[in-house]
């Protein structure tokens, strides 16, 4: 195309209009399925690699057809890079269709090295008609490469498979968009309408029908999936403990947070009663359904032990041994209370896990008797830690999701924190504590990236 230097009269600039009339309906066409398809990308806020490859292609097309129309010379380029673009764009459109032909599966294994590859190439290309011009050896380069990905991909779809009926749609469209392609590259009558903008359009809708329909595919799997994970957090809730019941002597709150519909976080009572209390928690390293999986897997272990329940020590041993082999690589941490009431003692004994925090006259001290974490090795052995029961005390059993969680900045939350959160709940009921120092550090970490349970034990004295 020539461009014009001299003033165009009206009826030249309306007859450059008319020419171009078709193509500038289609690439207007082009461009608008290329924004409705990123546009959905952003409304699900997901990541679809189909629609965001469709997506730059459908739009790098209309807008070359565009920038390529007679009337858009009716007035000359103000810079190089401008007078350039129109003609550079050329070789920018066959990337997103390579990314997108690996996206839908449509391209032989190993066939992504020849896609980075070839994405390489055509940029090169781009860059060199910005800065040298349109050359006649580029267009030549661009030629023989697409020609051949072209037929590549003609044949590909012949002797494929039909795995599913969109890949026989796309075969179609891509047939039809090769043959006409092939027909304005081969059989230039410049008296005739070029065709491959229509053949385009067809290879468009099929692409279209086919991205559709693997998202709407995808969305129905991921709904399935949702219903499953659903189920899996109601039954995971079903296996926690209802509220510890009225006691003379105890009052537990006990609070669970999932980072995700399910979690490896879990708690248990396992004594109940005005004299006694045995409190346990535990921690599943991973997150999501198989650190779930797992955490029904420690309840189970801690029910068969609750024979054990007044020796926190051999309640742990014997988990233990319960779980060694069973989980999978995954280890758990744990820690076991167990308050009588009678005696006015605390037995207590720890499996890698944080430190119980005791609240004593308004000061919180740690207790710690940690042994190895469970799972890991079946000779472990755990000892107990034994100390006096003082009316008002306050017991804070927690997970390291609560210690270890970041702020914008990246700092933890920390020990000291918790501790100081802890003190502060003094003269509060167990309950509020519980809500306190949840609110306390979800408000520090404004994005939850772990299991965050606590619970929270009071020694009232009858």
Not at 97 to 114: I, P
Not at 176 to 197: C, G, H, I, R, T
Request: charged letters at 15%; hydrophobic letters at 55%.
């Amino acid at each position: 195309m020539v461009l014009i230097d001299s003033p165009l009269t009206a009826t030249q600039v309306l007859e450059a209009f008319r020419h171009d009339e078709p193509y500038l309906f289609l690439g207007s066409a082009f461009l608008t399925v290329g924004i409705v398809s990123i546009a959905l990308c952003l409304l699900r806020r997901r990541f679809d690699a189909l629609l965001v490859w469709l997506g730059i292609f459908a739009g790098i097309y209309g807008l070359r057809m565009w920038m390529q129309a007679h009337v858009m010379f009716v007035v000359p380029a103000t810079t190089v890079f401008l007078d350039r673009l129109p003609w550079a764009i050329d070789f920018l459109v066959p990337i997103p269709a390579l990314f997108f032909f690996r996206a839908a599966r449509f391209l032989r294994r190993g066939a992504n090295l020849a896609v980075v590859a070839g994405s390489a190439v055509f940029l090169c290309i781009f860059a060199a008609a910005l800065v040298f011009g349109p050359l006649a050896l580029f267009y030549k380069i661009n030629a023989f490469l697409v020609i051949g990905m072209l037929i590549a991909l003609a044949l590909n779809s012949l002797f494929m498979s039909d795995y599913d009926r969109g890949f026989a749609v796309v075969r179609v469209g891509l047939l039809s968009f090769v043959a006409l392609a092939l027909w304005d590259n081969f059989v230039p009558l410049n008296w005739l309408p070029k065709a491959e903008p229509y053949g385009f359009a067809i290879l468009l809708g099929c692409l279209g029908y086919v991205a559709a329909r693997r998202t709407l595919a995808r969305d129905v799997e991921l709904g399935e999936i949702q219903k499953e994970l659903e189920l899996a957090r109601r039954i995971q809730l079903s296996i926690l403990p209802g509220a510890f019941p009225e006691s003379a002597d105890f009052r537990v709150a006990a609070r669970y947070v999932p980072m995700t519909a399910v979690a490896g976080d879990l708690y248990d009572f396992l004594v109940t009663g005005d004299r006694q209390a045995g409190l346990l928690i535990a921690d599943v390293s991973g997150h999501g359904v198989p650190a779930a999986l797992i955490a029904s897997m420690v309840k189970m272990a801690a029910t068969s032990q609750r024979a054990n329940a007044a020796h926190p020590a051999a309640l742990l041993a014997g988990m233990n041994a319960a779980l060694c082999g069973n989980t999978l690589g995954q280890f758990v941490t744990a820690a076991y209370a167990h308050l009588d009431a009678t005696t006015r003692t605390l037995r207590y004994s720890a499996a890698g896990h944080p430190a119980m925090l005791l609240l004593r006259h308004g000061a919180a001290t740690e207790v710690a008797e940690n042994g190895l974490l469970l799972a890991a090795a079946e000779d472990a052995t755990y000892a107990d830690k034994a100390l006096p029961l003082e009316p008002c005390d306050r017991l804070l059993l927690y997970t390291d999701g609560l210690v270890e969680a970041r702020n914008a900045a990246g700092d933890l939350f920390g020990e000291a924190a918790l501790s100081a959160a802890l003190e502060s709940t003094a003269g509060q009921t167990a309950d509020q504590a519980a809500d306190g120092i949840v609110a306390l550090v979800k408000q520090w970490a404004k994005v939850q990236d772990d299991d965050l349970t606590v619970l929270v034990c009071d020694f009232v004295e009858a």
